[in-house]
């Protein structure tokens, strides 16, 4: 049995993720069965190809560098969240994310895609990346589901509108290249998210811009939305806890992975969280990844190594 898990960010949350990594290494009673993690996906910032959450900072090569080193090494790899809908021709061509496609060339990294321009460029400029189809293509069709499964990506990601419909799930085809998406804090069946991808697209490019001519200054992205896009989309979805995701509909439980998704034929699932505080990740970890009768000690063994690698401070 293979459970595999796709956890975020391995930029900001590296150091982080390195201490859930040894945690699984060393502890393996504390996990239910079969838990592995299949990826980090995220973006180092300032990369203008990313999409799916806004993203700011920047980070220098000497970091990208160690980040691809350590985590490739344990033979995990790095997915890069290149799914920006709003490039253009001149984008892909950004010296920044061609010089981490560049350093990451391995063979072990991936690359999720959405737009269909910058997939194309990166199957002819970077071919030894395996892609995923990302869910911000919303395609909630369980036909074009199916084709889409046809075609030659490694993974494809579940829109999250169908993850509890075991009618369609049970016909797609190629479940194990299907990623399912547990813990999606957003509305179900929500009318804006694909305007809401377009924006945060447009935030990239417009931060990437600001970055160039005001290195100095502060960047706004809700001003910068509201002066020059229109509209701030304010859904407050992102600040559900985990137990607040549970009541939604296209929640996931970790019961229903090893019951009903994973004898069905599924094996890949991925946990948000690319902007989450450590706490919300700490216990999306637990409730997903560690057997119940462990939580408690392992929660408690996560936070002492935390701590003890100057990552949180528990004492006050």
Not at 17 to 40: D, H, T, W
Not at 211 to 226: G, I, Q, R, T, V
Not at 268 to 274: C, H, S, V
Request: charged share 25%.
């Amino acid at each position: 049995m293979r459970v595999r898990f796709h956890l975020p960010n391995f930029a900001e949350h590296f150091r982080f993720n390195l201490v859930f990594m040894a945690m699984l290494k060393n502890c393996p009673q504390y996990f239910r069965e079969g838990v592995e993690i299949a990826s980090f996906y995220g973006a180092f910032p300032p990369s203008i190809w990313n999409g799916g959450r806004t993203i700011g900072g920047t980070c220098d090569e000497a970091f990208i560098k160690n980040v691809i080193k350590t985590i490739n090494s344990q033979g995990i790899p790095l997915r890069f969240t290149f799914t920006n809908p709003m490039l253009t021709e001149e984008h892909l061509h950004d010296p920044f994310c061609n010089m981490v496609m560049r350093l990451a060339d391995n063979g072990l990294n991936e690359a999720i895609v959405n737009s269909p321009l910058l997939e194309d460029y990166i199957r002819r400029t970077y071919p030894n990346y395996k892609l995923t189809s990302s869910t911000c293509k919303r395609i909630t069709d369980p036909n074009m589901t199916a084709k889409e499964l046809e075609k030659d990506y490694h993974i494809v990601v579940l829109d999250y509108d169908l993850n509890n419909n075991w009618e369609v799930l049970e016909k797609l085809p190629h479940k194990e290249k299907i990623e399912i998406l547990a813990n999606a804090c957003c509305d179900p069946h929500c009318k804006l998210r694909a305007e809401h991808y377009k924006l945060i697209g447009e935030q990239m490019i417009a931060y990437n811009k600001h970055l160039k001519e005001h290195p100095d200054k502060p960047f706004d992205m809700n001003d910068y939305s509201a002066r020059n896009v229109g509209t701030v989309i304010k859904c407050g979805c992102r600040e559900r806890t985990l137990f607040e995701t549970q009541k939604l509909s296209t929640h996931v439980s970790p019961d229903d992975i090893w019951n009903k998704y994973v004898p069905m034929g599924f094996e890949q699932f991925k946990l948000e969280g690319r902007t989450a505080s450590y706490m919300y990740l700490v216990e999306c970890y637990m409730f997903y990844m560690v057997k119940p009768e462990f939580r408690d000690e392992a929660r408690m063994m996560f936070y002492y190594n935390l701590e003890q690698n100057g990552i949180v401070r528990i004492d006050g």
